[in-house]
């Protein structure tokens, strides 16, 4: 794992606790303490360990758990329109001409990562 990869796994990590008191391993919270440098290899193995056992997840692979035999496209991403079944994509236009191309809307949608909490 590259530095800049680290750094994302990192605050991916800490996103995923509500504070730094459940964050197993870490000596030190990564963000509000600067004592973490003093265990560097304590953070790195934690940040990877948090990695491991919490891949990055998609909308698309959450969907298909639940409904394997869905569509896909010739691409590989779900047929489903987003806006058919999220509210807050729909702008009341789906018949009437929505100005957003749907092959990467949904694209955009269904490969957007998600945050197991």
């Keep these: 794992m590259d530095a800049v990869e680290f750094l994302k796994e990192a605050h991916r990590m800490c996103e995923s606790y ?20 003093k265990n560097p290899e304590v953070v790195v193995d934690a ?9 990055k997840t998609t909308r698309q692979a959450e969907f ?15 047929c489903v329109l987003p806006c058919m ?19 990467l809307c949904r694209r955009k949608y269904w ?4 945050t197991k909490k």
């Design 18 to 37: 509500d504070d730094c008191e459940g964050c197993p391993g870490v000596p030190a919270c990564l963000v509000n303490d600067t004592d973490w440098h």
């Design 85 to 103: 079944i999220d509210k807050q994509m729909y702008d009341g236009r789906f018949n009437g001409g929505c100005k957003v191309d749907c092959k």
């Design 111 to 114: 490969l957007a990562e998600m």
């Design 47 to 55: 940040v990877e360990k948090f990695t491991a056992e919490n891949p």
């Design 64 to 78: 298909l758990l639940v409904h394997p035999e869905a569509v896909l496209d010739n691409d590989g991403i779900l």
